[in-house]
């Protein structure tokens, strides 16, 4: 069964911090994506990776980063935190490259930027 | 520019009635398509899939319709149960690509 953790299930951060959000999976999945989820926008990708410490731009990078040092985990950084991103952030993974794919959902971390 | 659009943001259906939710797309390049359900403090889990070869694909209360010409794609469960109630996205992705393009999502509230 295949398990995607994330760090923390809420968070709350001020103007300008530096954030981490923390994701691991168990499964030795090679892929492993950052998403948020907003309200009439559905889930949008900020960063994936298809391998350790290779990264990829998504739909809305700005104002991220991304670390994979081990193939297990995929960090999500937000350098200098806005209220803009107060969001439900997901993070999954899949196992290899074929279209076919299912991604594995965490539990997701509803942030909250005051 | 939503290339998958959902344009129902909620539905609700009685118990024991089948819920319909549709999608539609924009980007001829897409080739598979899958239906993913959401429930409220969970990740999205995956519930079912078509590729572009097919028209329609079944897995027990779940059914996926596919109709390329007109960039449509619709969900059907049927009978519906009130454990069904969640949000609903679709999300489509292209040959060669691994990025999900997801729709915004229905809320599907299916009421006793």
């Known amino acids: 069964d295949v398990k995607v953790t994330q760090s923390s299930r809420y968070l709350v951060k001020r103007t300008g911090e530096k954030v981490f959000l923390e994701c691991v999976q168990d499964m030795d999945h090679e892929n492993m994506f950052w998403y948020r989820q907003d309200p009439g926008l559905g889930l949008r990708l900020i960063y994936f990776s298809y391998d350790v410490k290779m990264k990829e731009k998504g739909d809305i990078p700005e104002g991220y980063s991304v670390s994979r040092e081990k193939k297990e985990r995929f960090s999500l950084i937000l350098e200098s935190a806005s209220t803009n991103q107060t969001s439900m952030y997901l993070c999954a993974s899949s196992l290899g490259l074929a279209v076919q794919e299912t991604q594995y959902f965490g539990p997701g971390t509803r942030l909250l930027v005051l | 520019d939503q290339q998958v659009k959902q344009n129902s943001p909620s539905l609700s259906v009685q118990e024991g009635r089948i819920s319909i939710l549709n999608c539609d797309y924009t980007n001829s390049m897409f080739d598979y398509f899958l239906w993913y359900k959401k429930y409220p403090a969970e990740g999205p889990t995956f519930l079912i899939s078509i590729s572009s070869i097919k028209d329609k694909n079944e897995d027990g209360r779940f059914t996926v319709f596919l109709n390329k010409s007109a960039k449509h794609l619709s969900l059907h469960i049927v009978p519906s149960q009130p454990g069904d109630s969640a949000v609903y996205f679709c999300?489509?992705?292209?040959?060669?690509?691994?990025?999900?393009?997801f729709g915004t999502g229905t809320r599907l509230l299916v009421s006793p």
């Open positions: 999300a489509a992705l292209s040959r060669g690509f691994q990025k999900l393009v």
